[in-house]
């Protein structure tokens, strides 16, 4: 695979190098593209600082399934859904001990925007570097690998994608313009984000890229010449305590977006609540006009020389008196005016009273749900599960459940046990059962690991491999092509029926007995493990006859058709032509009557047209 790699890179053209069941989903959370595009550039770049390959060896190594799995190894412990910035990753320390940041950039994610970024990844020709883009929430490493006479640019992307639906992949891109139309195209938005002053700034975000630009630290080598062993050890101890800085920051990150919505819960509940309140004033000062209104005394009587119908008229007008409010709800000037009595005011003015009341109770009930809500949020605790193997409490982002019996343990304990099933020096027990299930013995249907739980509790390659093998041997069989040299898997029913086996891989047509082994021809005479169906069929072909005495197979060379087997013990003589037996005898006039009686009716010499 590393040295197609390195042709099709040389020939220009795009090379996709994926190993299935590979990805952050199948060893970390969904939020773990970042740690992964991190570490790729931390592997990749440190190999090539150390010295160990050559720069051209980068290509191969990048090709490697052990290079896939290192990479995404630091995911596996990561099941936290936050989303984190690279300069909070990068502040971890196996980052910051091996890594180097040289600058940042921003931008909206385009073709022309891209190969402006690459333009100046590029302008270093003398040392590989790796550039992290981010498109939230979206996070992947674009390599610059240095050879003697050009520029490769490879793409790792931790997420499947059309091109490599079944895992994480590195991509070979044949030019810098290639890498800007790929990650122009993988990194689309929608232009509405941005022209839309409705959306929010965080959904507007998605409009944006962000691009961080590493190179190696020279003095940042974990490599120990004296005691080897003991730079995977620091480096496995620089990995965890990493993770577990960043699981602080995450869970940090989440209690300000919580205490942030809390404190804008808290701001709306004081605006309504201020509203509520000037409302409230309003009604109040109304209801007080009124009923000072309806106790006032009449106008006082009419003056001399006012006629009775005028009297009437002012004796029924009464004081009104109207507030007029500011914007804030404030009274800042107040009317007084005779106004005819309105009979179904005082019915409105009680009305607003109830009305205002009602809110009033409305408002005191949501804000006493909302205090009850965040005094429980500020009292949660993270959940937690007691292991039922080393009956140790965890927290439940550690938890592993079989979904069969619901049974939960710990990953680290769960590991270990498949692992002590599936390495057992006397026999490979499967399927695998789950310990709870098999300490309880009763008569309930028992739990069994598949391959998923398998895949998520981090087993290597070759104990993945060892499980499906193991998986599929229930109903299928595996067998080795001699043909094309790959091992495949066929249903057991059908491989039980069949005598002989054709290999069911597309463009290989090698075929074998199943019970000899020995290849033979699809379109070829019946098998036959002794050879005598292909002896016969050959014979058939040639023309050539057996001996009717003890059916030696013979082929005439020339002269006549009279032939005589020269088997010891045999003396049989018998005609090619026909293939009849003449006589069998040693004397001579015996011999001669015979071939004269049978050539009186056959033809015994071949005479050409």
């Not at 023309?543 to 020339?558: L, N």
């Amino acid at each position: 695979m590393a040295a197609s790699a390195c042709q099709v890179v040389c020939d220009e053209r795009e090379y996709v190098a994926s190993h299935p069941g590979r990805s952050q989903y199948s060893t970390g959370g969904t939020s773990a593209c970042g740690l992964a595009a991190l570490n790729c550039a931390r592997i990749i770049l440190q190999s090539e600082m150390q010295g160990d390959r050559r720069r051209e060896e980068l290509l191969e190594m990048m090709t490697e399934r052990k290079t896939c799995e290192n990479i995404l190894d630091i995911c596996v412990e990561w099941s936290n859904t936050v989303h984190l910035e690279v300069e909070d990753i990068y502040d971890l320390p196996i980052f910051d001990a091996t890594l180097a940041l040289c600058w940042s950039d921003y931008g909206r994610p385009g073709a022309e925007q891209f190969r402006a970024l690459l333009q100046r990844l590029a302008q270093n020709t003398l040392r590989s570097a790796a550039v992290v883009i981010t498109r939230p929430p979206e996070i992947i490493c674009v390599l610059k690998i240095v050879l003697k006479d050009r520029h490769v640019f490879v793409t790792f992307d931790s997420h499947p994608r059309h091109k490599h639906p079944e895992g994480a992949a590195f991509i070979f891109h044949p030019s810098l313009d290639a890498v800007a139309i790929y990650l122009s195209e993988l990194l689309r938005y929608d232009d509405n984000l941005l022209s839309d002053s409705s959306l929010q700034w965080q959904a507007q975000l998605l409009g944006q890229y962000s691009a961080h630009l590493f190179v190696a630290k020279p003095d940042g080598i974990l490599r120990y010449p004296t005691k080897p062993s003991h730079s995977s050890s620091i480096e496995e101890l620089l990995i965890r305590t990493s993770l577990k800085m960043l699981k602080l920051k995450a869970e940090i990150a989440q209690l300000r977006e919580k205490n942030q919505s809390l404190e804008s819960d808290l701001q709306r509940a004081a605006s309504a609540k201020d509203r509520l309140e000037r409302r409230m004033d309003g009604a109040r000062r109304k209801s007080t006009t009124a009923a000072t209104t309806s106790s006032a005394p009449a106008a006082p009587n009419p003056t001399f020389g006012q006629s009775p119908a005028s009297a009437t008229r002012q004796q029924r007008l009464l004081w009104h008196t109207t507030d007029e409010l500011d914007e804030n709800g404030e009274v800042f000037a107040t009317r007084i005016s005779l106004k005819q009595p309105n009979p179904t005011q005082q019915k409105s003015d009680d009305d607003s009273i109830a009305l205002a009341m009602q809110v009033q109770l409305h408002y005191e009930a949501e804000d006493r749900q909302l205090r009850a809500q965040m005094h429980a949020l500020q009292t949660v605790e993270q959940k937690v599960f007691d292991c039922r193997i080393c009956m140790e409490t965890s927290p439940e982002d550690f938890v592993v459940k079989i979904d069969s019996c619901g049974h939960q343990f710990c990953r680290s304990c769960m590991l270990q046990y498949i692992r002590s099933k599936l390495n057992s020096s006397d026999q490979q027990s499967f399927p695998i059962l789950c310990p709870a299930c098999t300490a309880q013995q009763d008569d309930n249907e028992l739990g069994m690991i598949d391959g998923l739980l398998a895949q998520q509790v981090g087993l290597n390659e070759q104990e993945l491999s060892i499980f499906t093998g193991l998986e599929l041997s229930a109903f299928s069989v595996q067998l080795h092509c001699r043909g094309c040299q790959q091992m495949m898997f066929v249903d057991r029913e059908e491989y039980d029926e069949a005598d002989t086996i054709a290999c069911p891989l597309p463009g290989c047509t090698f075929a074998w007995c199943k019970a000899c082994s020995r290849s033979i021809e699809i379109d070829g005479p019946r098998h036959s493990c002794d050879g005598t169906s292909e002896l016969a069929h050959l014979m058939d072909r040639q023309g050539w006859k057996s001996c009717p005495g003890c059916r030696t197979p013979t082929s005439k060379v020339d002269g006549c058709n009279h032939m005589t087997c020269i088997v010891p013990g045999c003396n049989t003589h018998f005609c090619y032509l026909c293939g009849e037996n003449i006589v069998q005898s040693v004397r001579r006039s015996a011999i001669q009557a015979a071939v004269q009686r049978h050539y009186n009716r056959c033809r015994m010499f071949d005479i050409p047209n």
